[in-house]
């Protein structure tokens, strides 16, 4: 019996009496390369958030399950979903700005998942997230660690989302439409760094994009959605 990394059997997402999610059933191995895609509002992203838990408390699942590892997380308590969300499963999201605190130096974010997870020192934990500012490309990272998130620009600042989602080498990351808000020569940059850092690190990666030709690029398997149903699945 195959033991998949993340398999996600006959899922259903509902909010309030609206399904948004039907019976949706897909797996990634371990250091797989895999796509989800669809339009806006084709669930997507509601199953991205489905895996690490992260939709309000009005959100109910009617039929299904989410196994990492064969646990369900679906099962979880959220203590328990703590532990694991951000050292087995990090996910980056569309905008950075949305998820870097404005009033925090990058630093000071950055070592937040060691702190968290791996009861790093504050000395360890920065040298840690300075070689992963470096890894990733951003340039003088000692001066970027001590500056704010406005002070960078977007594709810098999905660098950082980056490192901070390596801090704790997860074995699945979740990349959710990481490009959509970059100019194109920076979404391919970006796209590349992805590519990079899933060889290194030797994790698996979800890609949910509405971009085809940037998935064809990436992935290795692609699962296709539309109006909360998977649709079709290709292998690239």
Known sequence: MTHHLLN???LSVAFAQTQVVHELSFH????????????????????????LQLLQDQVSYPS?????QDQDLLQLKKA??????GKEIAMIFQEPMTS?????PIGTQLMEPLLLHEGLSKSAARRRMLELLE???????????????HTLSGGQRQR????????????????????TALDVTIQLQIIELLEKMQKEFHMAVLLISHDLNLVKRFAERIYVMQAGRLV???TV
């Open 8 to 10: 996600i059997n006959k």
């Open 28 to 51: 990634i191995n371990a250091g797989e390369k895999v796509a989800l895609v669809g339009e806006s509002g084709s669930g997507k992203s509601v199953t991205a958030l489905s895996i």
């Open 64 to 68: 299904g399950s989410i196994k990492f």
């Open 80 to 85: 328990q979903m703590r532990r694991l969300r």
């Open 100 to 104: 870097l605190n404005p009033v925090y």
């Open 135 to 149: 890894r990733t490309g951003i340039p003088e990272p000692h001066k970027r660690f001590d500056a704010y998130p």
């Open 160 to 179: 950082v989302m980056i490192a901070m989602a390596l801090a704790c080498n997860p074995k699945l990351l979740i990349a959710d439409e990481p490009t």
């Open 232 to 234: 079709e699945s290709a």
